[in-house]
């Protein structure tokens, strides 16, 4: 290694490390405050706060680790550039790729590390810390309690279930649409119903419908219409509940299988979700190498004051315009009128191509 790169290498790194520990610990503070009621409450102790905080450190340094190597890098590079140490640089006869080099290097490493903590840690702090959320939100010994709306659930006995409304407090339904499959996942029998309701541990449906389907695929005269239908289904509302979180703590090769298996079910508007779901999966890790990359042609702009305020000003507009245009991208994926990978990409592309453009530029 360049005695060069390291010297660039080195504030990166420490500035880098002492912005993550500052995010983490605002972050911290700032949820512990909000939760204050709740934690005087229900008399949560420090114990118990230090184990929820320490299972959720993984998931905070995740998504604040972008966010510090950008400020880190505008804030080190700006007072190079403040210092004319990049005129020096540049008059050795290195360009400005050389120089950048190594912080690009870092945000690959770091996009790497993000995609493999996510694939390997997260979903398991995920689990245990929203298992500890429950007991400090004072829900001891009880199921969630929430409504669901465009539930998909593939539940056993190759159902595939689309249900419009759920709600876990009443355990009722409303607009189900149940399609079961052979072993060759052809179409069996489609179930209708207007409404479902849990009792006695059993699913009591309401208007129901059923059509039975043949080998060719076609309708079968058997079809069978009910006031009220007791059916078969073992799944409890708990399950409902339960598979709509679990898409949070799938890794990518889980996520992919079951969005295999919908796709088999012909459940196009879960699969689209689902497919935006996993390619932004991948673009997601590499924020860190986007956003330096976005960070270093700014850092070049501050010449007079490359102070920790005109750094921390330029990360905060840099990043929001990023992650809002992501956010925006991806809900135009999940209602169909943008290609899935190309609403969880445009974004990560657009901004690394003007990157690319304004470091070029500049040199």
């Known amino acids: 290694m360049r005695i060069l790169d390291r010297y660039i290498i080195k504030p990166l790194v420490s500035t880098f490390l002492g912005c993550l520990f500052i995010f983490i610990f605002l972050y911290i503070i700032s949820d512990a405050l909000s939760r204050l009621d709740d934690i005087l409450k229900h008399h949560v102790g420090f114990t118990f706060m230090y184990h929820y905080y320490l299972a959720s450190l993984p998931i905070i340094a995740t998504q604040t680790a972008p966010i510090a190597l950008l400020l880190s890098t505008i804030y080190v590079f700006g007072k190079l550039n403040r210092d004319n140490e990049l005129i020096a640089m540049r008059s050795s006869g290195l360009s400005l790729w050389q120089i950048c080099g190594p912080s690009i290097a870092i945000g690959l490493s770091l996009s790497i590390l993000v995609f493999s903590t996510n694939e390997k840690i997260i979903p398991a702090a995920r689990l245990n810390a929203d298992k500890m959320k429950k007991t400090l939100d004072g829900e001891k010994n009880t199921g969630p309690k929430e409504v669901v709306?465009?539930?998909?659930?593939?539940?056993?006995?190759n159902r595939l279930f689309f249900i419009n409304y759920f709600d876990s407090k009443t355990n009722t339904m409303e607009g189900i649409t149940i399609l079961e499959h052979?072993?060759?996942?052809?179409?069996?029998?489609?179930?209708?119903?207007?409404?479902?309701?849990?009792?006695?541990?059993?699913?009591?449906?309401?208007?129901?419908?059923?059509?039975?389907?043949?080998?060719?695929?076609?309708?079968?005269?058997?079809?069978?219409?009910?006031?009220?239908?007791?059916?078969?289904?073992?799944?409890?509302?708990?399950?409902?509940?339960?598979?709509?979180?679990?898409?949070?703590?799938?890794?990518?090769?889980?996520?992919?299988?079951?969005?295999?298996?919908?796709?088999k079910s012909g459940a196009r508007p879960a699969v689209t979700n689902l497919l935006v779901e996993l390619h932004q999966r991948y673009a997601s890790s590499f924020s860190s190498l986007i956003l330096i990359l976005i960070g270093i042609p700014f850092s070049f702009k501050i010449r007079k004051r490359?102070?920790?305020?005109?750094?921390?000003?330029?990360?905060?507009?840099?990043?929001?315009?990023?992650?809002?245009?992501?956010?925006?991208?991806?809900?135009?994926?999940?209602?169909?009128?943008?290609?899935?990978?190309?609403?969880?990409?445009?974004?990560?592309?657009?901004?690394?191509?003007a990157a690319l453009r304004m470091i070029q530029e500049s040199a």
Not at 329 to 352: Q, R, T, V
């Open 182 to 263: 052979d072993n060759q996942q052809n179409l069996t029998t489609k179930i209708t119903a207007r409404r479902a309701a849990y009792k006695d541990k059993l699913w009591f449906f309401y208007e129901f419908n059923r059509l039975n389907f043949d080998a060719q695929g076609q309708v079968s005269d058997d079809a069978i219409y009910r006031q009220e239908e007791i059916t078969d289904i073992t799944e409890t509302p708990q399950d409902f509940l339960q598979q709509k979180k679990h898409q949070e703590l799938m890794t990518i090769a889980q996520l992919e299988d079951y969005i295999w298996k919908l796709r």
């Open 306 to 353: 490359a102070n920790i305020f005109s750094s921390f000003g330029i990360c905060i507009g840099i990043s929001f315009l990023y992650y809002v245009l992501t956010g925006i991208s991806l809900a135009l994926g999940k209602s169909g009128m943008l290609f899935p990978f190309l609403s969880a990409w445009i974004a990560p592309i657009g901004f690394s191509i």
């Open 149 to 157: 709306h465009n539930l998909t659930f593939y539940g056993l006995e």
